[in-house]
């Protein structure tokens, strides 16, 4: 690329007018005029929303234990598992999958929440703040909402990720760092609360994590150089309960591993949703690098970037943590929460949480009430970085040819957006498989430059122009999915994709695996056993919305948003540049909802 | 009044704005109240300069000695347009590259906004840059 920075040099400029707000033409809020047509058939209610006539309260009890037929949370479950126990469509009857209804959402850009279903009602989110229920068994559209958001807001995730369901109410985290709740039967606000000032570059794109009457959210804005924190609401008011900073403050233990003020705009911020364990009262999130991306300019292991946090649901109290890898500086958000399952290590069983982590390791770690212990960890990806780690601590050894520095270009693999991004992986018990959506092939290079601080502004300790990214030669794919038995610690089969691959993963108790994620709109379903393709259906664009499946009436479905944007299509553009193409991929989500063809 | 660094914290004139130079990025003060609209991103403002041969016949029309004005915001999700692109003159924006050309009155070239970066009409007064009418079109993105 030929790009040269702007200067940041903020002079002033005498104007004759004022800007901006004398500009907007008047819009007529005047309707069409309409006319009533008589129709032999009922009516469609197409045009009108009644919002639901009934509602089934979502309770801590079926959080915990949620009935087969519902999708009650961004991962279904507490565990992070991306699993439905139905098992109507299976490995024989998927071929004959189609869509029964599709709704488009109206907007563009990224859809990546999942379709979260309570007893045939369906909500999803949508960029742009907006929350849609509809009847989950004929599409019918039961309510809207659509958050208006500040004019001023620059959204460099344009995306959301799900919402949170508790007892009557419908909870989204905002753009604009607001919590909503909203009436699950009319999507009435009932709520408002502000967490933080978007103005000073703090936003949200993860689904709340709602327990025990608390609804907790974590903030993005790791590349403007906010400080993380966790924050926990209450469900009914909104009241603040807890906030947990993710990089502490002086005094505070693990202040120790930051210089000076470098604590203040230190990131680690908490985009991905935690996981929960019920009996340990813990719930775990990941967190993203420090900031800004160079690590030598934040000296220090910088806790607590990087790692996992175990949270005490009730206060908020830090219990237990794990760092991944120490002083990032490869833009290696680790925000994706551990998956909590049962691995097998020399005829013991081991309550873990397993991370397919940005930094292309494959983590698993024992959790236990007030520690989180190392147990192994090896390259699901190539990596370049690491030089061994220890066998006690898992702590790594850095090659430090390959660790970004400032003033330097530093090559390193995999690239920034590491082996597996945001995109959760799966856990199937029945195959006893862990799914992994992955990219390889891909290695990146970062030159750093030091730069201040400056409020609300990108801030990623390098310029654009020197974010590199190369493929490696002779590759044949770049997109992949991956099935690991976690017991064996062994990959057992790999299915692999000439495009990147963002796609999320679902499976199900029939042993199936459905993805999109690739540049050619397809969502496919495969054998979770063999890797097998079974089925494929092309979208309306490429699919990087979580996929879950539900049933209303005795029918099994499987939902998922199509809406390609945010970082696939920002992957894209970085290929497009190394390759000299220019690949289309259409933007407008829409909702797809399968089932078996009767 | 802008404390802070790489500010100039003074009324642009044409001098400040030298050819083969990246942008410069400008808040407008109000030339009675001398009050600086700050407030708002989108207010901010990038100036330029480039050979008058090469603006299309409107873009020179709202430029004063080559130099011309443009939203700082982009069109697509409304980030800052902090990306010169010397060799082809064009402003990229960091967050999704979308790419404008200031010759062509801020016309997308590249990437996914939706419309142009507006263009904000100058002129030069007592040797100083000021505004010449408001912007053509509507600075930042379009809440959907």
């Known amino acids: 690329m030929t790009t040269a920075r702007a200067v940041v040099a903020i002079g002033s400029l005498l104007v004759a007018t004022t800007v901006a707000a004398t500009l907007l033409g008047g819009c007529t809020t005047q309707g069409m005029g309409t006319s009533t047509v008589s129709m032999a058939q009922p009516a469609p209610r197409a045009r009108t929303t009644t919002g639901a006539t009934s509602y089934t309260p979502v309770t801590d009890q079926r959080l915990v234990s949620p009935e087969a037929e519902n999708w009650l949370m961004y991962r279904r479950t507490y565990d992070g598992w991306g699993y439905s126990p139905l098992e109507q469509i299976n490995t024989g009857n998927v071929k004959d999958l189609v869509p029964v209804w599709t709704f488009s959402t109206g907007v563009a850009e990224g859809h990546q929440a999942p379709p979260i279903v309570n007893n045939g009602i369906m909500f999803v989110s949508t960029p742009q703040n907006q929350v849609l229920a509809l009847d989950a068994k004929s599409g019918e559209l039961l309510w809207r909402y659509k958050r208006e958001l500040p004019e001023d807001l620059f959204q460099l995730h344009p995306t959301n990720r799900g919402v949170g369901l508790y007892e009557d109410k419908v909870y989204l985290a905002t753009l604009d760092a607001h919590v909503v709740a909203l009436d699950a039967k009319t999507g009435k606000l009932l709520w408002d609360r502000t967490v933080e000032d978007y103005k000073k570059g703090y936003y949200m794109t993860l689904a709340p994590l709602v327990a025990k009457g608390k609804v907790m959210v974590g903030v993005s804005g790791g590349e403007l150089g906010i400080r993380g924190f966790v924050q926990a609401l209450d469900a009914r008011t909104g009241a603040p309960a807890w906030k947990t900073f993710t990089v502490p403050a002086p005094g505070e233990p693990g202040s120790e591993t930051w210089k000076g003020d470098s604590w203040k705009t230190g990131g680690a911020s908490v985009w991905i949703t935690g996981s929960f364990d019920p009996q340990l009262n813990l719930t775990y999130w990941g967190t993203g690098n420090g900031a800004q991306w160079m690590g030598d300019q934040r000296p220090g292991d910088n806790l607590y970037s990087t790692s996992v946090i175990a949270l005490d649901a009730d206060t908020g109290k830090m219990r237990a943590f794990h760092q991944y890898h120490w002083n990032d500086s490869w833009d290696w958000d680790e925000v994706s929460a551990p998956i909590l399952m049962d691995v097998q290590r020399g005829g013991r069983t081991i309550k873990s949480l397993v991370h397919p982590g940005r930094n292309g390791y494959l983590w698993v770690l024992e959790r236990k009430a007030d520690a989180i212990g190392f147990v192994d960890a090896k390259p699901y990806v190539k990596q370049t970085v690491f030089t061994k780690l220890d066998p006690r601590t898992g702590r790594p050894e850095y090659d430090e040819t390959k660790k970004p520095v400032t003033n330097k270009k530093i090559p390193f693999c995999p690239s920034l957006w590491g082996g597996k991004d945001w995109p959760p992986a799966a856990y199937n018990p029945k195959t006893g498989y862990l799914y992994i959506p992955s990219n390889e092939n891909l290695c990146g290079s970062l030159l750093g430059t030091a730069k201040p601080y400056e409020e609300g502004k990108l801030w990623l300790g390098t310029e654009i122009k020197d974010i590199g990214m190369v493929v490696a030669d002779g590759s044949k794919h770049i997109g992949e999915i991956q099935a690991w038995d976690m017991n064996t610690g062994q990959k057992v089969w790999m299915r692999t994709f000439e495009s990147h691959n963002w796609g999320p993963i679902l499976t199900t108790g029939s042993g199936l695996v459905f993805a999109g994620g690739t540049n050619d709109r397809y969502f496919r379903a495969f054998d979770g056993k063999t890797g097998e393709p079974l089925w494929q259906w092309r979208t309306n664009s490429g699919i990087t919305g979580v996929p879950s499946s539900f049933a209303v009436d005795g029918v099994q479905y499987v939902a998922v948003q199509s809406g390609w944007g945010v970082d696939a299509q920002r992957m894209q553009g970085a290929l497009d540049d190394i390759r000299g193409a220019k690949t289309d991929v259409p933007q407008g989500g829409v909702i797809w909802v399968f089932a078996v063809k009767r | ?144």
């Open chain 2, 1 to 144: 009044m802008f404390a802070g660094f790489e500010r100039i914290g003074h009324v642009i004139t044409p001098g400040d704005v030298p050819a083969g130079k990246p942008p410069l990025l400008a808040y407008p003060i109000d030339p009675s109240s001398r009050v600086v609209r700050d407030g708002s991103r989108l207010n901010q403002v990038l100036l330029v300069r480039l050979a008058v041969e090469d603006l299309d016949e409107d873009t020179r029309a709202r430029s004063a000695d080559g130099v011309v004005a443009y939203s700082g915001v982009c069109t697509h999700t409304g980030c800052d347009v902090t990306v010169w692109q010397a060799e082809t003159r064009r402003f990229r924006c960091p967050c999704h590259e979308s790419e404008f050309d200031p010759r062509d009155r801020g016309r997308v070239v590249g990437g996914p906004a939706p419309r142009r970066l507006p263009q904000l009409p100058v002129k030069v007064v007592d040797g100083v840059i000021v505004a010449d009418g408001a912007f053509i079109g509507r600075p930042g993105f379009q809440p959907g």
